[in-house]
């Protein structure tokens, strides 16, 4: 039973496209995150929700929109797909956030998103 | 904000030989120390942490050190096996921050 499970794993698309991917934890966490891992391996921060509230936004563009439904879903929306977008997106949980005091992450197999 | 940077972002040993991956950190208040390991196709696993209480931790064939007034910290693999090969991250939080920063990671080739 996957823990933190993301869909699609691989996602193609066109330039200028809308496109979403969808996460979920059956872990009960209460902190979820969305990470950008670049063709050179270097993991990133995104986002960062706290039951449903948005905790961490590190700089990303506005077409990125995140959505938290509840806390056991965290979502990633983008508008208007550009080539740089292409990346290993990966989403992770942990039990309150509080990664400072031996949290551990618990992240999904991530989606791989190719912008044509 | 906090920045980390690891070395050597490749590095291939003998199966049986010791790895050592180091990272520093810049934040002074940065207390947490973890390692994650990331296999092909697969997201990363926490594998050992630390806290800037301790100097080190160790669990079987994988160690990791901490020197507080260098901030720096190392993973040390000893026995190396072939399902070593891996990319392997260091990461750096400290209190209130509720994310990890991750250092840039070092893939590890085992060769058998």
């Known amino acids: 039973d996957t823990a933190v499970s993301q869909t699609p794993k691989y996602l193609v698309t066109q330039m200028g496209n809308d496109k979403s991917i969808k996460c979920e934890q059956n872990l009960g966490h209460d902190t979820m995150y969305w990470y950008k891992q670049d063709s050179k391996k270097f993991l990133k921060i995104m986002f960062s929700y706290n039951n449903k509230e948005l905790i961490i936004n590190e700089t990303v563009p506005n077409r990125f929109s995140p959505k938290s439904p509840d806390k056991a879903h965290l979502n990633l929306h983008i508008n208007s797909l550009e080539l740089g977008d292409s990346a290993v997106y990966f989403c992770?949980?942990?039990?309150?956030?509080?990664?400072?005091?031996?949290?551990?992450?618990?992240f999904g197999s991530g989606t791989q998103l190719s912008v044509l | 904000g906090e920045n980390v940077e690891q070395h050597p972002s490749t590095l291939s040993v003998q199966e049986g030989d010791s790895a050592v991956i180091k990272c520093t950190y810049s934040?002074?208040?940065?207390?947490?120390f973890p390692w994650y390991k990331q296999e092909l196709g697969k997201g990363p696993q926490l594998i050992i942490d630390i806290r800037s209480n301790v100097g080190e931790k160790k669990d079987q064939r994988i160690a990791v050190t901490l020197n507080k007034t260098a901030k720096h910290f190392s993973l040390h693999i000893t026995e190396t096996q072939p399902e070593d090969s891996a990319v392997y991250f260091c990461a750096a939080s400290k209190p209130g921050r509720r994310a990890l920063t991750f250092g840039s990671g070092t893939r590890l080739q085992v060769q058998p």
């Open positions: 934040d002074s208040a940065s207390n947490y």
């Open positions: 992770a949980s942990s039990p309150t956030g509080s990664l400072s005091t031996n949290e551990k992450l618990f």
